[in-house]
Nanobody, 129 residues
Framework: QVQLVESGGGLVQPGGSLRLSCATSGFNLDYYAIGWFRQAPGKEREGVSCISMTDRSTYYTDSVKGRFTISRDNAKNTVYLQMNSLKPEDTAVYYC??????????????????????WGQGTQVTVSS
């Protein structure tokens, strides 16, 4: 049974940092790229980042480039999203998901929900003073 469990969310002040974790089970992480998405209240879910499992290629949406870093630890079956210099507009529920494209992120569509199938339950990130 494929499972993804996000953790690490919380309340942080602007400029602060959080590290989200996506713990996976029920499948071999070596064979699936993992994406991070977020959904703010009243907005559609948007793609944030993706990491390939082959060459460790990474992709980021423009609004988080230079602030967020995606990484993986296959030995722990976990993918991380390090978030620095957080802004109030980063407030959202963050989700991780397995890519339908196997071990590769789609360079052009890595941020499209349609290319992901199994999803976690999400973790809330609130950036506020």
């Amino acid at each position: 049974q494929v499972q993804l469990v996000e953790s690490g969310g919380g309340l942080v002040q602007p400029g602060g940092s959080l590290r989200l974790s996506c713990a996976t089970s029920g499948f071999n992480l070596d064979y699936y790229a993992i994406g991070w998405f977020r959904q703010a209240p009243g907005k559609e879910r948007e793609g944030v980042s993706c990491i390939s499992m082959t060459d460790r290629s990474t992709y980021y949406t423009d609004s988080v480039k230079g602030r967020f870093t995606i990484s993986r630890d296959n030995a722990k079956n976990t993918v991380y999203l390090q978030m620095n210099s957080l802004k109030p507009e980063d407030t959202a529920v963050y989700y991780c998901a397995t890519a339908r494209t196997g071990p590769y992120c789609s360079p052009s569509y890595y941020d499209s929900e349609r290319l992901y199938d199994s999803w976690g339950q999400g973790t809330q990130v609130t950036v506020s003073s």
